[in-house]
């Protein structure tokens, strides 16, 4: 698989991505390595890690609990304690071993820790393959508000090692295919066709494509000025879902990419009202992606409390909720207003 390059960093995949990566640590003439894992990655991607990093300098590791629910401040300040503690100092490069919450965490923590020292990403689960890790967006929840504080900062360089998809359940793999479907939708027909066929055929080309169209929309707005909002199509309702989901007792665990396709479908229903998405393929993408993900129970009562969540989506300004819709697939339209009753009646076709 060929090197992407992004603004600033290389993205490697396979065993070149290993040897890279020695040649960076060797040439940075870092003081330390601080290896940043959760407990799943700790005894799953971690031993593999280890046996093909090369490298003399002193390391030390990093363990927090894995879950989306320590993606907070409390989490950061124990890693700058931690760090500080073990003399981490301004030449300390940070490594994050695992899924989209070590990486986005990480990269705030590096970032933020003495305004500022290297980070490496080592994305372990397709979601943070394909999304996570790419395009220098880091931070961490608040509350149950989702990545409301974070800091745009660009790891020095991205291993894509797609042995660690081999740790992950099917569920979790579903859900890295979901950021897929997106891309697939917003920018690659063909993209869309194969991951809705079959996910498991070909992943690392897949995950190449997807990686790929994202850095391309990076490279053109990095701070999500305009273009960029496109790769939020489906997390407009899809992130207030999840949100919802994530602070109901009552309501089963939704993983990152459930959520998002039900965004996606909804999002595609407003598409057709809105805009010229052909009427027909509405229900073909819920069929298809419902065929993929399952169907969540959401009901009359829940509309409201999704609705007031969605009015936190960091793409809306001034209090107005703003979607990216589609014309069709693979040509989007972004700050587009839709109506809160229309926004509603297409989480109702989602239920229905
Ligand atoms: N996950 C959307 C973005 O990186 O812009």
Redesign the pocket.
Known sequence: MTTIQAVSYPIHFENKAYEELALLLDQKQYSSIFILVDDNTMRCCYPRFMQLLQTTLPMEVLQIDAGEVHKNIDTCIGLWNAMTELGADRKSVLITLGGGVITDLGGFVASTFKRGIDFINIPTTLLSMV??S??G?TGIDLGVLKNQIGVFANPELIVIDPEFLHTLDPREIRSGSA?IIKYGMTHDQQLFQEITANPEVNIIDLIHRSISI?NE??LEDPK?RGL?KV??WG?TIGHGVESYFLESPAKENLTHGEAIAIGMICETYLSAKLLEFPTDMVSVVKERLIAIFGKASIEEADLPAIYELMKHDKKNVGGTINFVLLNDIETFKIDCNVPEELILESIRYYAS
């Open positions: 999304d996570a790419v395009g967006k950021e994202k929309v990076v999500e960029r790769l939020n997390h």
